[in-house]
């Protein structure tokens, strides 16, 4: 009995310590996991850096323009084209200009979209820069061309730059680079994309040309502009936001479900509408008693403007989606478009609402004839702007577009029913009227073989060759011009 006693009782002295283990404290082992996580965030982003990948992030919001670029940025261009640029403490490309003019030198401004702004070459291969280097040769004397091209940039957006900005430099020549669709884009209603935030052109009978800024100032109200605004800083900085930026433009054009979601964050009730037809036509394949009674033809967002930003892609996104439907909302949003002192216009043939018609403008549709007559209220106060400011001349562009000289597979060659021929002509009989230089450089490249067009051209923007050819032919012009032969 007491030797089983002293079996079960067991000497403090002999046992073994054991070791308490202790807890580190939660906000220690939070505070080591974010540590981590920024340094493997500054790892990559250093990554990024030296391999020049993300850098294709250019725009930031602006509430008068809609966008503009970027400033103090190193920017790495790989859609098409390749280059690797800086914008300066403006947004422009060449950080040698300053706003004084040197004494002596002859300054050419160039306005226009992401044809002129022409980030798929560098900037020694642009057709501004060929012509800063002929000039200079044949004129004995310094010339400065200065870019002020801005991807997906209306005339409107260009006349509001050409007073904000480009006048304070001086320029004895401005340029105007017309592109295709330019003047549909005037009165463009805003989406979820970036660039196609613009402000207003309108010029409605009685009245007098006026900009509308409401459509960037709504637009900057929506969820997907505030989110933006807020994460500015990353967008100017972040290579991995630079990533991502390229995949949401990818995802904006192509990816279905993400338009939807894009669409909630810019409009939500319209998004609630389209994603409640959206699921009524899927339910309605099974279900026939659900199905709406009128089907959308196209998903949200698809309307997208032809921009370096999405030209990567190989089709000229959203110019050439425009339905019979949009163009009686169009000539609709004329009509009912409300300005002190204008009268609204009507669909009749001898004019708009008892205003008589160029003889021109006769027979053409009422949202035609809007488009022209803001069009050339536009550049008619660019050259009078460009006359008062600097006693600088002033002329029209019509730059060569692939989806007109050599047209491919995806490529959208009219937008409502007007080809870019068709807006030439146009654009003929307006500075015909205006009396403003107009240069056709679409007309003589139609006359070089086919395979020579297309090797002017990448998906859509100019490569190297395209860029000679306008630089040589845009030299031409401003030595006669300067001549007083235009």
Not at 4 to 12: D, H, L
Not at 151 to 175: C, H, N, W
Not at 418 to 430: A, G, K, P, Q, S
Not at 441 to 464: C, G, I, N
């Amino acid at each position: 009995m007491s030797s089983t006693i002293a079996v079960e009782q067991k000497s403090p002295t002999t046992e073994a310590p054991r070791a308490v283990a202790k807890k580190r404290p939660l906000a220690i082992t939070v505070v080591q996991i974010l540590l981590w996580q920024v340094a493997a965030v500054l790892f990559v982003e250093a990554t990024l850096f030296c391999a020049g990948l993300g850098e294709e992030e250019i725009f930031k919001l602006d509430p008068v323009l809609g966008s503009a670029h970027l400033t103090n940025k190193r920017v790495t261009w790989r859609s098409e084209g390749y280059s690797v640029s800086w914008f300066n403490n403006v947004g422009m490309r060449d950080s040698a200009i300053t706003i004084a003019k040197p004494p002596g030198t002859l300054r050419v401004a160039l306005l226009g979209d992401s044809l002129t702004e022409s980030l798929q070459v560098p900037m020694e291969k642009t057709f501004g820069k060929v012509m800063e280097r002929q000039l200079s040769e044949e004129l004995h004397k310094p010339v400065q061309v200065l870019n002020f091209g801005v991807s997906g940039y209306s005339t409107a957006q260009e006349y509001i730059l050409l007073k904000s900005k480009v006048l304070q430099y001086k320029p004895d020549i401005v340029l105007v680079c017309y592109n295709s669709r330019d003047s549909f884009e005037n009165w463009s209603a805003p989406d979820q994309v970036i660039t196609n935030v613009r402000p207003y052109a309108l010029h409605l009978p009685g009245g007098k040309l006026t900009i509308d800024t409401s459509p960037v100032k709504n637009w900057m109200r929506t969820p997907r502009a505030k989110f933006l605004q807020q994460f500015e800083w990353l967008r100017q900085n972040s290579r991995l936001w630079g990533l991502f930026a390229a995949l949401e433009l990818d995802w904006s054009m192509h990816n279905e479900t993400y338009k939807y979601v894009n669409l909630l964050l810019t409009r939500p009730g319209k998004g609630i509408k389209e994603i409640s037809k959206r699921l009524q036509l899927e339910a309605g394949k099974y279900f026939p008693k659900l199905a709406p009674a009128s089907t959308p033809t196209e998903a949200p967002g698809a309307k997208l403007k032809t921009d370096s930003t999405a030209s990567n892609q190989g089709k000229v996104p959203g110019k050439g989606t425009e339905t019979p439907a949009r163009k009686k909302s169009i000539a609709a949003e004329t009509s009912g478009h409300k300005q002190a002192g204008a009268n609204a216009p009507g669909d009749n043939k001898q004019g708009i609402q008892g205003v008589q018609e160029k003889p021109h403008q006769e027979g053409r549709p009422v949202y035609q004839q809007f488009i022209m007559r803001s069009l050339g209220s536009l550049l008619e106060e660019m050259r009078k702007e460009t006359k008062l400011a600097t006693g600088g001349k002033f002329a029209v562009i019509a730059m060569p577009v692939r989806s007109s000289l050599c047209p491919t597979e995806g490529i959208d060659t009219a937008f409502n029913d007007f080809t870019y021929n068709d807006e030439i002509t146009m654009l003929n009989e307006i500075c015909a009227d205006k009396k403003i230089s107009l240069v056709d450089l679409e007309k003589p490249a139609e006359q070089f073989q086919f395979q020579t067009r297309k090797d002017m051209f990448y998906a859509v923007h100019l490569t190297a060759p395209g860029h000679i050819y306008v630089g040589q032919q845009l030299t031409e012009f401003v030595k006669s011009y300067l001549a007083g032969e235009q």
